[in-house]
Nanobody
Framework: QVQLVESGGGLVQAGGSLRLSCAAS????????MGWYRQAPGKQREWVAT???????NYADSAKGRFTISRDNAKNTVYLQMNSLKPEDTAVYYC??????????WGQGTQVTVLS
C-alpha cells in the first residue's frame, strides 16, 4: 500500500521558517522525481519545487531564494525548508512523488499558516 506521510506544517510568524517532510513507502518501482505543491484557499494547486533522483532541483519563482528542496534516497523522504515565510505562503502543502513508470502519488497535505 502506497503511503506518503507528511509532517512539519504549522503556524508561524511572517519571516519565520518551517521544514516539511514527506516519507514515501510502498511505491512499486524506483522513485524518480519528488516534489511539493501547494493550494491556497480559493486557488488552484500550484507547483512549488521538484528534485529528481539525480538531485537536480527546480523551483517556482515564488520559492526561489527562500525555499530549499532536498531528499534522502535511502529513506525515500523529501524535505522542503521554507525560510523568510510570507502570509501569501499560507496554503496546504502536498507532497508529490513520481516513480520510474511515471505514476504519480500524492500526500494528504499539511497546513502551513503564516501570520502577518
Amino acid at each position: 500500500q502506497v503511503q506518503l506521510v507528511e509532517s512539519g506544517g504549522g503556524l508561524v510568524q511572517a519571516g519565520g521558517s518551517l521544514r516539511l517532510s514527506c516519507a514515501a513507502s510502498g511505491i512499486i518501482f524506483s522513485i524518480n522525481a519528488m516534489g511539493w505543491y501547494r493550494q491556497a484557499p480559493g486557488k488552484q494547486r500550484e507547483w512549488v519545487a521538484t528534485i529528481t533522483s539525480g538531485g537536480t532541483t527546480n523551483y517556482a519563482d515564488s520559492a526561489k531564494g527562500r525555499f530549499t528542496i532536498s531528499r534522502d534516497n535511502a529513506k525515500n523522504t523529501v524535505y522542503l525548508q521554507m525560510n523568510s515565510l510570507k502570509p501569501e505562503d499560507t496554503a496546504v502543502y502536498y507532497c508529490n512523488v513520481r516513480n520510474m513508470l511515471g505514476v504519480v502519488f500524492w500526500g494528504q497535505g499539511t497546513q502551513v499558516t503564516v501570520l502577518s
